[in-house]
């Protein structure tokens, strides 16, 4: 089977095309420079030329903070990009698997994770982007089509959290870090392992919302410690502060852990806990040294 991942450049991207090699699979990898997704020719000319039996979606606008002033270009990217591709992959007889993100629930007044059929509500430019795009691939796809919706990603590649904690526990001796945001902490690998195993199943019975993160619960205070912990360092010296101390355009969501009841309705397992994936992630981080810059 043939596979096309846009955003290639990227970070989950590039674990995508790195995982769908590593399985022996005929993978073409396309970051911003080869497509823009918000271009209709060139989304067109892509599917129809390399033939893919599977697209996967990882072309994103991500800025968060800067969507709430720029708007109308994030739902470009983000929500009109994704409908070219669902066209396209309808029109030359592909499946696709689009990204997508916690940002699109409200992430307040709950305690407990957010299952795949829960309501929507973004806050945010961004998350109203993104559900956007959700929402075009499920119409212009039915049944053909997984939106895969993520969180707190970090990965070998590109910037993430995990990696500032890395760099500011060699410069500082202190660091104060939110503990009123909950989430998951996920790694990028786990993500494309995931990916992988949907694409090869998607069709009837295997289509529409899947969560992939890793299991479990922290605030970016508990991923800072386990991180310090993890590399030696003495975790006490991470202290915890509230979002207030860190004002940003965009509100981050309070509570945005995700359920992961669709896994064992397809015949995958439940997601590993977000310790486990850290432990194994940390040395390969490390190994891979500051990320290159990508278009």
Known sequence: MRWLVTGAGGMLGRDVVGELTRRGQSVTGLDR??????????????????GPGVVVNCAAYTAVDAAETDEARALEINGAGPR????????????????????????????????????????????????????????????????????????????NFVRTMLELESRR???????????????????????????????????????????????????????FSLIGADPGRVRPTSSAAFPRPAPRPAYSALAHHRWPQVGLPRPRDWRSALHEALPRIRKEGPPRETP
Not at 99 to 124: L, N
């Open 84 to 159: 070219l591709l669902a066209r396209a992959c309808a029109a030359h007889g592909a499946r696709l698997i689009h990204v997508s993100t916690d940002y699109v629930f409200a992430g307040v007044a709950r305690t407990t994770p957010y299952p795949e059929e829960h309501p929507t509500g973004p806050r945010t430019a961004y998350g109203r982007a993104k559900l956007a795009g959700e929402q075009a691939v499920l119409e212009e796809l039915p049944g053909a089509s997984a939106v895969v919706r993520t969180a707190w990603l970090y990965g070998a590649h590109g910037r």
């Open 173 to 227: 001796d202190t660091l104060d870090v939110v503990d009123d945001q909950r989430g998951q902490p996920t790694w990028s690998a786990d993500v494309a392992e995931r990916i992988a195993d949907l694409g090869a199943r998607l069709g009837p019975g295997a289509h529409g919302v899947f969560h992939a993160t890793n299991s479990g619960e922290a605030s970016w205070y508990d991923l800072a410690r386990e991180v």
């Open 33 to 50: 420079a080869a497509l823009d997704i918000t271009d209709p020719g060139a989304v067109d000319a892509a599917v129809r030329e390399h």
